[in-house]
């Protein structure tokens, strides 16, 4: 069964810290992996990856892939307090037909 | 440009029923997909449409059905309506497909 999971599930940090969430999967025929960013109802495109070592960068954002060891991270630098909400994962698999797997998701809260 | 904009925002149906759904893309955004939110089971793919045409599936049963119209507009259709079907259904646009999604503000929909 394709699954992605993501860790930590919660994180509280202090503006200005620098942070990473992590996100594993294992899925048939991966194609694409995706980070979105969720703060009241609609998530946000952040970053579509889908080739390893390669870095996608913007502004103090930043995510890489490793398809040898089936992770991603993401990265977020001289954190503020509108980057807390939740980072979401998803990778794009095909199975017959491409669909998106989502991990649970991880909850940024950022102090100031 | 205008967001994509669903209808109606809020829903309460009982069991048995059943509810449609609608989602107006991005203007020129060909690529309608649709999800399902609810804090258990995270957010799960449901499909996706492109110029007409169911091009992706996620793992729902055949009660879970959508269409898409000749102007891109994309209607999703529960028929008998389960108490587990309440949750937050959400749709995204792209020109292409999964990459650079926008989301909408979703549909909440309540199954008494």
């Known amino acids: 069964e394709d699954k992605v999971v993501q860790s930590p599930l919660s994180l509280v940090v202090h503006e200005g810290d620098t942070v990473t969430l992590n996100c594993s999967y294992e899925?048939?025929?991966?194609?694409?992996l995706l980070w979105y960013k969720q703060e009241k109802k609609a998530p946000t495109f952040l970053f579509m990856l889908t080739s390893s070592g390669i870095e996608k960068k913007s502004g103090r954002l930043s995510s890489i892939l490793d398809k040898k060891e089936l992770f991603s991270i993401l990265n977020i630098t001289a954190t503020q307090t509108g980057d807390s909400a939740i980072y979401l994962c998803a990778v794009e698999a095909f199975q017959g037909a491409q669909k998106l797997v989502f991990g649970q998701g991880t909850r940024l809260t950022i102090n100031p | 440009k205008a967001g994509v904009t669903q209808t109606p925002r809020y829903l309460i149906k009982t069991r048995g029923q059943q509810v449609t759904l609608s989602c107006s893309p991005i203007?020129?955004?060909?690529?309608v997909s649709w999800y399902q939110q609810t804090p258990g089971q995270g957010l799960q793919f449901l499909f996706e449409y492109f110029s007409e045409t169911q091009r992706n599936k996620g793992n729902f049963p055949g009660r879970f059905s959508g269409r898409q119209f000749s102007n891109s507009r994309s209607e999703m259709n529960v028929s008998t309506l389960e108490l587990g079907d309440s949750a937050l259904y959400l749709c995204?646009?792209?020109?292409?497909?999964?990459?650079?999604?926008?989301f909408g503000p979703g549909t909440r929909l309540l199954v008494l």
């Open positions: 995204a646009s792209s020109p292409t497909g999964f990459e650079t999604q926008y």
């Open positions: 203007s020129g955004h060909r690529s």
């Open positions: 899925v048939t025929n991966f194609r694409s």
